[in-house]
């Protein structure tokens, strides 16, 4: 393999874990969180991007140096945990893919004033058509590098024109006024959580980037997808700080859409529908080519037809959100719960470092495991206390 196909891929994997992470979820979380926690959320963002690291990175490795799937992985450590893991990512990725389908609608009717059912259905069809194009994989990888940098170069401009208090976001980052549990759960199962951080691990699989002389590059990817999501996370969240910090209000039924209008009045609006569509869209795709990789080594047939179970995939997203809508709160409650499934995916992980039967003569790095292991009992620990606490609250 050529090392500019292999540079091709690795980013092709970076850009579709973060813009599976990057969808309207995102858009919402961050904007409801920074608005209540205001400059503090920069240390919210700081800690999760360390969480998010750690994980992305573990899992990566341990996926390239087996050369097995997730599912595949975990089944190797206990018989039958890889069908409980597949079926909570499937069951995540579903329940994601409705909302990043009804943040295509939106983008759509913001930009085109379409209603957003039709938006929806029109956003699944432009889905749908990256896997009937012959090359789909290179497709995918294309438009998901396209679509990123659009939604970061916009989001700058936004952020520019808000003109947020930034020393007031430094000091607040490293000194927090508040810190929210629920809000770190929440980014970090919006950043790795459910299927996510498993997106590009597995699209190194499909590629063939796997082993031990890979595992230099494997490692630069993870970090490389974190760092693309986390920058948008970043630019995301100043903007909205920026508006808020002058002391305006965002409209509760759509509030990352007031962010952008208030800050860039007609223009932030339609800008707001251009990021919200991509978001969205290359989410819809992300999730439907994860969640299908983690059933497809089950059967043969799943294998051998894999495009038209992701097609299928896509298309019962669409009809459900067409049929029952997605409320704003729906997204963060999913966040919150794919932050759930992390520690379990990532436990997982760590155990199958160190079976020689998984990975060989392979050797773990001591520090990987011990910031794993910190973030199993976090996440395990933050995760339990939100679910009890605050998404109570959330839905009070």
Do not use: C
Request: charge should be positive; proline fraction near 3%.
């Amino acid at each position: 393999m050529k090392k500019q196909s292999h540079f091709s891929i690795l980013m092709g994997a970076a850009f579709l874990m973060a813009t599976s992470a990057i969808g309207p979820g995102f858009l919402t979380q961050t904007t409801v969180f920074t608005e209540s926690l205001m400059a503090s959320m920069g240390f919210v963002i700081l800690i999760s991007i360390i969480i998010d690291i750690g994980a992305q990175v573990n899992v990566w490795r341990v996926i390239a140096v087996s050369e097995k799937r997730a599912q595949d992985i975990a089944n190797a450590v206990l018989p039958g945990l890889g069908y409980f893991l597949a079926a909570l990512i499937v069951m995540g990725g579903l329940a994601f893919n409705i909302g990043n389908v009804a943040g295509a609608g939106l983008g759509l009717n913001v930009l085109l004033g379409v209603e957003a059912k039709w938006g929806a259905l029109m956003s699944g069809l432009v889905a749908i058509g990256i896997f009937l194009v012959r090359e789909a994989s290179k497709a995918m990888d294309k438009f998901a590098q396209i679509m990123g940098f659009i939604m970061i170069i916009l989001t700058v401009y936004v952020m520019f024109s808000a003109q947020p208090p930034v020393g007031e976001v430094v000091v607040h980052t490293f000194v927090p006024e508040t810190i929210d549990i629920l809000s770190i759960v929440t980014l970090v199962g919006g950043t790795v959580g459910g299927y996510i951080t498993f997106a590009g691990g597995h699209r190194l699989i499909d590629a063939g980037l796997v082993g031990k002389e890979n595992l230099s590059q494997v490692t630069k990817s993870a970090a490389s997808a974190i760092g693309i999501a986390s920058i948008m996370r970043i630019f995301l969240f100043l903007a909205v700080f920026g508006v808020v910090a002058q002391g305006m209000s965002l409209d509760a039924g759509n509030p990352a859409a007031s962010v952008f209008q208030h800050a860039a009045g007609n223009v932030g609006y339609k800008i707001f529908g251009v990021i919200m569509w991509a978001a969205a869209v290359t989410s819809v795709i992300g999730a439907a080519y994860t969640s299908v990789s983690f059933i497809k080594t089950f059967s043969t047939f799943v294998d051998k037809n894999q495009n038209w179970f992701i097609i299928g995939f896509i298309a019962v997203s669409t009809v459900v959100f067409v049929l029952v809508g997605q409320p704003v709160k729906l997204l963060v409650l999913v966040g919150s719960l794919n932050g759930l499934i992390l520690p379990i995916a990532l436990g997982v992980m760590l155990l199958a470092a160190y079976k020689k039967t998984i990975v060989g003569d392979y050797k773990q790095p001591l520090w990987l495991t011990i910031v794993g292991v910190i973030i199993v009992i976090a996440m395990s620990g933050m995760g339990l206390y939100s679910l009890f606490t605050g998404i109570p609250k959330l839905f009070a």
